[in-house]
């Protein structure tokens, strides 16, 4: 079981900061990851058990949140593995592409680009990401 955990500030009895951490949401290592469709225990064995030069010393988990279309405040989180949704939510626009073949520097937009945003929909049920895109750390304990 993968459990996803922010941190956050509380105030004590006596006025003084703790920071402590809350779970956010679990995801069993069994589910599949949708883009990839490999379970997260083998993008996990993957990632931390490579080969000496290839092996990672973290692996991030991006979480999606979308609105029902009926019930506005109903919302669905859905887990991605971060570099196969990163291509989802930054584009390289065309107009760019077709003229900037010769240079290095292209352009990329998202969804909160200043004069042309992204529309950003989630792969698996095709609505509209709403709120931001929190990507969590997943680092190998010893």
């Known amino acids: 079981m993968i459990r996803l955990c922010k941190e956050v500030k509380e105030t004590g009895t006596r006025g ?20 990839s469709n ?16 290839n092996a990672s010393e973290g692996f991030i988990i991006a979480r999606m949140q979308t609105r029902d279309r009926v019930h506005f405040t109903r ?9 196969n949704l990163v291509t989802l939510l930054f584009k390289t626009p065309m107009f760019f ?7 290095n520097e292209e352009p990329l937009i998202s ?7 992204l529309t950003v929909r989630d792969p698996l049920n095709n609505e509209i990401v709403v709120g931001e ?5 997943i680092k190998k304990s010893e």
């Open 111 to 117: 969804r909160y680009h200043p004069t042309m945003p």
């Open 16 to 35: 003084e900061d703790i920071n402590t951490l809350k779970v956010v949401d679990q995801i069993s290592l069994d589910d599949p990851e949708p883009i």
């Open 75 to 83: 919302c669905f989180y859905h887990h991605f593995f971060a570099p």
């Open 38 to 53: 490999l379970t997260y225990s083998q993008l996990l064995a993957e990632a931390f058990n490579g080969t000496e030069g």
């Open 97 to 103: 592409a077709l003229s900037n073949r010769g240079g």
């Open 133 to 137: 895109v929190e990507f969590y750390l």
